[in-house]
């Protein structure tokens, strides 16, 4: 599987857009790009995927830029429950999951 | 849809004991993961089932510890003798296989202090 790089922390202000970094330079054509998120004490929870397209759901948007060699996860109006461990992960679709160390999210009010 | 649910969600355990952990996954989903995951890392990849197929083993799966999922449903995590750097988060999940998978869906882990 590609490997990412995030940054290890990030701080967004209440009420305003999140933007989560992502670089998978070594990415390959049938590797999908696959959020997750993780509260502290709490199991991560999947966010969204895509494999070239953006894509929308009711948590979040992901941009994927053209060469797909990095990707944004975007949480439109952050809320202080937002405050999390982002993970991005690509991998093919039916493999294992293999998590990096993610970025920190901190929601300040 | 209950969820994943997992059994005990703490453990405390003296060193040398064994100890066993149950995971029911979202009854529909064929594919069944254990992860574990130490403070500040991300979740580490331990091993994974397809029905009652046991499909990979990371190398972290040392001899003391055995996984099994009878008749595809739920899963046990057992783990012998156990030692002070046994101490982590378990957490399984469970995703659907067709092809490609929609995410996994995890529990709330088991938390195992070994003292």
């Known amino acids: 599987d590609a490997k990412t790089t995030q940054p290890p922390s990030m701080d967004c202000a209440e009420g305003r857009a999140a933007n989560l970094p992502c670089n998978h330079s070594?990415?390959?054509?049938?590797?999908?790009v696959y959020w997750y998120r993780q509260i502290h004490s709490q199991g991560p929870q999947y966010i969204i995927h895509?494999?070239?397209n953006n894509e929308t759901n009711e948590m979040a948007s992901l941009i994927i830029t053209e060469d797909r060699k990095s990707s944004t996860l975007i949480l439109p109006h952050a809320t202080l429950r937002d405050t999390a461990v982002y993970y991005c992960?690509?991998?093919?679709?039916?493999?294992?999951?293999?998590f990096g160390a993610g970025t920190r999210l901190f929601v300040k009010a | 849809d209950t969820g994943v649910s997992q059994d005990p969600r703490h453990k405390i355990t003296k060193r040398g004991q064994n100890v066993t952990f149950r995971c029911d996954p979202i009854?529909?989903?064929?594919?069944l993961y254990w992860y574990r995951q130490t403070l500040g890392q991300g979740p580490e990849f331990l091993t994974y089932?397809?029905?009652?197929?046991?499909?990979?083993k990371s190398r972290l799966l040392s001899d003391r510890f055995s996984a099994e999922r009878p008749k595809g449903s739920f899963s046990t995590l057992e783990i012998q003798r156990t030692e002070q750097g046994d101490s982590a988060m378990y957490l399984c999940?469970?995703?659907?296989?067709?092809?490609?998978?929609?995410?996994?869906?995890f529990g709330s882990g088991t938390r195992l202090t070994v003292v």
């Open positions: 999940a469970s995703s659907l296989d067709q092809g490609v998978d929609y995410g996994y869906t």
């Open positions: 070594t990415i390959s054509g049938n590797e999908y």
């Open positions: 895509g494999l070239k």
């Open positions: 992960i690509v991998r093919t679709g039916g493999f294992k999951t293999i």
């Open positions: 009854s529909e989903h064929n594919r």
């Open positions: 089932f397809q029905n009652e197929a046991q499909l990979e």
